[in-house]
């Protein structure tokens, strides 16, 4: 059999560009520096406004750009080192530069895959579910929104003349939930566009890039609960050790480590 030689594919226009632009970034722009707009931009590489934007989206998912309400494009800063352990959970959040700050906590409706997780097969008989809302923030930088769905089953101590909502009401949940007995734990992690409301919490755009990280928590009788988390693509970087620990580094410490 005869050896069949491949057609080289041609590089898309979008894509040198943003080799070209990622350049620009490193000799001519400081992190924070914003942008010029994007009729500038076309003119000075002399491109379609089509293929600029490409470009642009492209370098955003890398990490290189941030789309930011109200100011424009910029130089994004270096990714934020945020550690996402396969350790049980401190549900407290008791490191303080990393903690989980509630924000509020509601009786609610649980997406259909959610509902999956937690071992919902009907409507009825199924019980409330309490859904906690939670953005982490870490240097300063917010980094992640979470949803973290808990079952009434799961809490069945939780005290009626608790509050009814709120950040005071996620927390008696959270303390609840720290005194299951965790079995275990699986998790997956995709790529994902920002919803509206997780955008607002993340100081970016609706329908920037996002990785969202689902972990469901295994208890003794089940499914003890949920959590959908969504953290700045641009931000964060996700590597995997060989404890199956996830972590995000820091990308200047991986620099440094190299040299």
């Known amino acids: 059999m ?23 970034l490193d000799s001519d722009f400081a992190v924070g520096e914003i942008l010029p707009n994007e009729r500038e931009l076309a003119a000075r590489f002399g491109v379609a406004r089509a293929t600029l934007r490409q470009a642009l989206e492209q370098l955003e998912l890398e ?18 080192g945020v550690a ?5 959970r401190d549900w407290n959040g008791e490191v303080a530069d990393q903690a989980w700050q509630p924000v509020d906590c509601v009786t609610g409706e649980v997406p259909t895959a959610v509902r999956s997780l937690l071992g919902f097969r009907e409507e009825p008989g199924t019980g409330p579910v309490y859904v906690i809302r939670r953005t982490r923030v870490s ?8 949803l973290l769905y808990v079952p009434a089953s799961s809490v069945p101590d939780l005290s009626a003349i608790d509050a009814p909502a709120g950040p005071a009401r996620a927390r008696s949940v959270l303390r609840e939930l720290h005194r299951v007995n965790l079995k275990g734990q699986d998790r997956s992690v995709e790529l994902g566009s920002a919803r509206a409301d997780d955008a607002k919490e993340l100081d970016r755009l609706p329908g920037a890039p996002v990785l969202v990280v689902t972990t469901r928590y295994l208890g003794v ?17 996700l590597t995997f050790g ?18």
């Open 2 to 24: 005869g050896t069949t030689q491949l057609e080289p594919v041609q590089e898309p226009k979008y894509w040198h560009l943003k080799t070209v632009l990622s350049e620009a």
């Open 139 to 146: 240097n300063g930088q917010p980094v992640a929104a979470e």
């Open 221 to 237: 009788a089940g499914t003890a609960a949920v959590s959908v988390a969504t953290y700045r693509a641009d931000t964060c970087r």
């Open 84 to 88: 996402v352990s396969t350790a049980q």
């Open 63 to 80: 990490g290189r750009l941030q789309r930011r309400r109200g100011v424009g494009t910029t130089v994004a800063p270096p990714r934020v």
């Open 242 to 259: 060989d404890s199956g620990a996830v972590e995000i580094r820091h990308e200047r410490q991986e620099q440094r480590r190299a040299s």
